[in-house]
């Protein structure tokens, strides 16, 4: 039970690695509230979660969730970002709507959780934040360019973080995944051998590791992890 009394905010907990994450800080007895545009209290049944639907994009609604996560429990001692999207093509053939909606789920969502959580943690002299950014976005990839891009900015917010924090015993990581065995990367890539790809259920304790109070001294990190 190393997670027994913290309070931890899962973003995108509904999804193929999130659902995985918040059992994973349910297990380790965290109080968790996890959120997406469509979660409800019904997903998880452990008696301490909590189910708040937001709009991560609207930076309004986003800080109004954190707020009440404040007044309802006192404090927010972990962030897990999970929630993000992915979407393939070249640069000269992007389209506004696919370029906005990469920026929209894997950089500007981010921008909003961490502005919102990181005065509570500042205030309470704790915190630890993890975000979920990929393995493909170390480095440019042709035919991936609004998902790297926005992937790799991702990593470059978490690292800033990092050093504006340092001083409060706030740390912020990212987690580099290759790809994992999701239904959706399933539906995506029917053709692939799925004994080869990394297991969500490693990610998750990954994350859960970097959450833990003992990994105070790790932070600005890009923690990579893939299937052997």
Not at 61 to 71: E, G, H, K, L, Y
Not at 83 to 108: P, V
Not at 160 to 188: F, H, K, Q, W, Y
């Amino acid at each position: 039970m190393e997670m027994e009394g913290r309070v931890v905010l899962v973003t995108g907990a509904k999804g193929g690695l999130g659902a995985f994450v918040t059992e994973r800080f349910l297990a380790g007895g965290a109080t968790v509230i996890g959120t997406s545009r469509s979660i409800t209290q019904s997903d998880f049944t452990n008696p301490r979660f909590t189910a708040m639907a937001v709009d991560f994009s609207d930076a309004t609604a986003v800080q109004a969730m954190v707020d009440q996560m404040i007044s309802r429990f006192g404090k927010i001692d972990v962030l897990a970002h999970i929630m993000g999207g992915f979407a393939a093509g070249a640069i000269g053939e992007t389209d506004e709507r696919t370029w906005t909606q990469m920026l929209d789920l894997n950089l500007i969502s981010a921008f909003h959780a961490l502005r919102a959580v990181i005065p509570p943690m500042r205030q309470a002299q704790y915190g630890r934040i993890v975000a979920v950014g990929s393995l493909a976005a170390t480095e440019p990839h042709a035919g991936l360019g609004a998902y790297v891009v926005s992937k790799t900015a991702l990593t470059t917010l978490v690292q800033t973080v990092a050093l504006e924090n340092a001083d409060a015993n706030i740390t912020a990581n990212v987690v580099l995944p290759g790809t994992m065995d999701t239904p959706a990367n399933r539906a995506s890539m029917p053709t692939a051998d799925f004994s080869k790809w990394l297991k969500p259920d490693d990610v998750a304790r990954l994350i859960l590791t970097l959450a833990e109070e003992n990994s105070g001294l790790i932070t600005g990190t890009l923690v990579p992890i893939q299937a052997r």
